[in-house]
DNA sequence: GAGTAAACGAGACGGTACGTCGAGTCTTTTC
DNA sequence: GAAAAGACTCGACGTACCGTCTCGTTTACTC
């Protein structure tokens, strides 16, 4: 195929020009910051340390990175498990497969304490936030922008749903629970947003999280 | 009464002895701190610049406030409106009103940027977590959450209704949307949200903010 | 006596406000200037270095020396001996004694491989160029110059007798010779240099020091 | 011929072998060399400077040029006038010309501001102290040296003067007023050391430089 | 109203990290 | 096959703040 898949390095026949750094510096220094990271995280995560542990110059690091931002967006990037593609055959499970994969990464895996950190420069640092939507969330969202369309077709959903703010609805739901209001995040979380989302059912205690499922 | 007047922080009867705090240093600190926050940002600011804005000595700020994240959130909270109660008589208008208070502190006025950086701090000083929640989020809160509790007695609401979740929702899709998504907020969201939240609508896009409003 | 002397720091008396500098680091400082410079000389000294060995912030020193040359120049002057006045009754032997010194600090001891390095850097640094004349220079130049002064008025020397060059000739010999032709320095250079300067005596070759110093 | 002309510094017969760089480059890098000392001085320049100048890769300078003390001896040899013979049929005349040379070179010049922080390099660098001497100062020595045998076969001088340590003796005095003095050097100076040499008469003060020459 | 303890401004202190620069080496590409 | 281009590791630069710690000096509560 001639799809020019690569992202971050860059293919040599294309290219030729520039370029040509080093690939053995380059992995060490994402994984000396995907270690530090987990160790320390996002605030304590310095260019000297990741340099240090990376057994690289601190020139080498500034001269890929221009930041730490821009180093640990590349470095989740690439560990986050890539985006696949969601077809269950049915919008309630395909949504609660993208709210469950939201939840995986903003409540519960390794990113989980970073994204937050992260997040918090975007408002001051319009370039990584520019890079941070398009190597971390945009795939993300395509995935699940995709599921909604087909419900569109499908008639599961109006036609005119505002898929944006559907994924806002949900995605900002987990990230507030996680950041802001401290609070755990459960199954049922998933299976309440779902049921609001779809069946317009206001969300009611439940001791569970397959609550109101039955219907 | 002869109560040393002071603290927004403690409580005059048990204490009494103890602190004698220059009531003018104090304020000069949190107004250094608020312009300061207004001109730099969060991040920028430095415990050594607030001393020095406020013709103070460093240990003087460190004595009554451990951390930078400490002393923002008070500033925040003294700077921010008091937290009104709301009861127009009619649930929509009621947390329409809220929906739009969030979105004044979290999108518009001079707080929306410094939140975020605050809150990325949360996760990793519990301290600061809790005083945040206290002293800003809580009150805030326990404002919507009688508007809510109100409706389950007129039965506008179920009266298992999930009132946490619901907060989290409405003022999760807006941080994550100024946050995140980077998409603009208008008061079209506002209204969405509650069409959603009271009447189970599925949010579609409309050119502007009334949509749907006519039910 | 009373006379207050004390060279670097300064009289609390008189000044009361200002300076107020750990006499410790102080110490620390120039005690690990002084090693180093024996231990690399003085191009491969670095503050990082000095900052480092003396157990003090990088910080602590730059606060109170501005540049390489001024902190060692300061230490060239705490640990030269100080320049004793020079009076046997006989000018030959008082010229003879101040060249010996000259070459004692400017080809023996260990300032030997750090003046030239320094004096390499005054032609672009004025300010420490003063430094370095007023601790270094100027002290000794004017045990000689009172040794001169004493000559023209017992009639050893001329009234009229062009003291600075004096002076200049027989350091500048011993200097360039040290430095430029990097040939050895005797003892018999100061015996030449003394037969030149009193009796003008053209210099001629002889195997050893005491040459022509039967007169 | 087949000799790979080139080099002017280097002898053909000697080396002929080896050697093939190109004249464009060494040219590039020797004028970059002067154009950068007479900009920034001995101590801000730097190979990596130089090497951008000429348009060439460090690695090019590094090829030929071990230092940035050997590259710049180079170069001064090379903009420095050649060192003409002189004979001016007179002991007296002769020297004044040698001393006023030196002046030139060392106090006016565009050397005069880099063979200090040269100097200082040579006593840590044997094998550029060798090249300087041989390229810079002896040349202008065996000069002045001539002379001085001459009048040694005239008369004019003993016939074992230390011919050596006259030439210290003038050269020193200059060098060291300009670099360690820093008192300004006029042509009486130069009178001065003529006559001191040569008659054997103790400097004297005298407003200006064709003092005391009438005798 | 004098004595005393605290809070105060000032700022030095030992540190860590910043982001930049140059050294000197090495590899890759170009002519 | 030399040389351009420039990436690489290393280490020092000089600065900014960190949070702690004396210093005297107010200041306002005791006694």
Redesign the pocket.
């Known amino acids: 195929m001639t799809i020019p898949v690569d992202g971050e390095t860059d293919d040599?026949p294309t290219t030729?020009?520039?370029?040509?750094?080093?690939p053995?510096?380059?992995q060490?220094i994402l994984a000396a910051t995907s270690e530090l990271l987990g160790e320390v995280g996002y605030t304590?995560l310095?260019?000297?340390?990741v340099a240090a542990r990376a057994?690289?110059?601190?020139?080498?690091v500034?001269?890929?990175w221009p930041?730490?931002g821009a180093l640990v967006v590349e470095t989740l990037s690439a560990q986050l498990p890539a985006p696949e593609p969601i077809d269950t055959g049915e919008l309630r499970q395909d949504l609660l497969t993208a709210i469950r994969r939201a939840v995986q990464i903003l409540a519960v895996g390794p990113a989980a304490a970073v994204i937050p950190a992260l997040a918090a420069d975007l408002s001051s640092d319009p370039a990584m936030a520019e890079q941070f939507r398009a190597q971390i969330i945009r795939p993300r969202r395509t995935v699940v922008l995709e599921v909604l369309q087909r419900a569109t077709r499908t008639g599961e959903l109006p036609a005119d749903v505002d898929t944006e703010l559907l994924l806002d609805i949900y995605a900002g739901a987990v990230f507030y629970r996680v950041l802001v209001s401290g609070e755990p995040v459960t199954d049922g979380l998933a299976v309440q947003l779902v049921n609001l989302l779809i069946d317009g059912k206001t969300p009611v205690t439940r001791p569970d999280g397959h609550a109101d499922s039955a219907h």
Chains 1, 2, 3, 4 share one sequence.
């Not at 030729?16 to 080093?22: H, I, K, L, V, Y």
């Not at 310095?46 to 340390?49: D, H, L, Q, R, S």
């Open positions: 040599p030729a020009r520039r370029r040509r750094r080093n053995h510096s380059h060490s304590a310095t260019m000297e340390g057994g690289v110059g601190k020139a080498t500034y001269r890929w930041t730490k």
